[in-house]
């Protein structure tokens, strides 16, 4: 192959490889916000995650500075009784969106390192199956609060 070819092929090949975007760049996150409750007890974070791209994509953790552990979460209620399961990933479809939402799939989040306190802002880190993260920012409300609020 000559090496003006050869230089072509390549600079090709880079292009469309630099085509493909992460999970992460289509994801959008909205109505973040984390239930706060007393004492050391576990929070549980919510959030609205929308997919613009044409492929779906999947949520398949999370992390946070602010706390030791952070773990996929779904509620459920079968024969009276309400359970939480832990799960590996949540799958967001391709132009939807997947809601994390109380009595659904949350992110429970396991000892504070230190107390957070409702109007606080919690960074959490989103991970995705392709091995993008997406940073979202968390506003921190009490345990009696049903929504992301105002």
């Keep these: 192959m000559k090496p003006r070819s050869m230089t072509l092929l390549l600079a090709g090949l880079l292009l469309a490889g630099g085509v493909h975007a992460t999970a ?3 994801v959008h996150a909205r109505h973040a916000w984390i239930r706060v409750l007393p004492g050391s007890l576990p929070a549980s974070a919510y959030v609205t995650l929308e997919n613009g791209s044409d492929q779906a994509v ?3 953790g999370a992390s946070s500075t602010a706390y030791a552990e ?3 979460h779904r509620s459920s ?8 399961t832990m799960v590996d990933s949540l ?5 939807g969106k997947a809601v994390l939402a109380p009595a659904g799939y949350h992110l429970m989040l396991m000892q ?3 107390p957070v306190k ?4 919690i960074a959490v880190l989103l991970k995705f199956a392709d091995g993008s993260t997406l940073a979202t920012d968390f506003i921190a409300r009490p345990a009696n ?3 992301a609020g105002p």
């Design 118 to 121: 409702p109007g606080d802002t």
């Design 77 to 84: 209620t079968a024969g009276g009784m309400s359970r939480m």
């Design 91 to 95: 799958e967001i479809p391709a132009h």
């Design 112 to 114: 504070a390192r230190k």
């Design 24 to 26: 992460a760049e289509h």
């Design 70 to 72: 952070v773990m996929l």
């Design 145 to 147: 609060a049903l929504d």
């Design 58 to 60: 999947a949520l398949s």
